[in-house]
């Protein structure tokens, strides 16, 4: 990078993180993307910015999983947390769900979406994203390499909501999984 990319760079970054402009926000963006900086690191200050709405979030997102396919699992682990940790509302959570579904699409070995997932289940309140979170878990454990973490993960679950014929069956399962896992 010669002086004057640096420099570029360096005022994009300073924009990322302290700017609480969507408009100055979005011409940094669009710097970026022009100049084809490819920085992981940066795009993650970008969308962790508090001055985007969720909408920019979303819009964001897309195009940066457009221009950097090969970083499509890290950005949407990325974004998922981002909306897990705005808000615990119900609009969030669908959001961060979307973003956990996309990691796995993008990395469907990988159990770390599906962890995260099952710790977006409400145990309190009977939402409709739990039956979302257990149907996309099925759907993927089939896939993941560490199935032994999601069925611990699942047993502790149903042991929490007292459902403890799961709670068995799961536990019993990945003592399987980890068996297998490590020979």
Known sequence: MNKMQNDI??????????SNSPDELFDRFTDAIKLKISDLSLYKIFLANPA???DEIKMF??????????ERFQLSMWTAKIFENRQMSYEFIENALHYYEIAMQSNPSS????LEMINLYNRDM???????I???V???IPSVNRKSKVYFSLA???KKTNDLNNASRYLALANKAAERESS
């Not at 009977?126 to 979302?132: E, V």
Request: aromatic share 12%.
């Open 126 to 132: 009977d939402l409709p994203s739990n039956k979302r």
């Open 61 to 70: 997102t897309g195009k940066l999983l457009k221009e950097m396919p090969e």
């Open 156 to 158: 502790e679950l149903y």
């Open 52 to 54: 985007l709405s969720t």
């Open 138 to 140: 099925d759907s993927f």
């Open 111 to 114: 159990h770390e979406p599906l």
């Open 134 to 136: 257990l149907e996309l």
């Open 9 to 18: 760079y360096k005022k994009i970054e300073w924009a990322f993180r302290n």
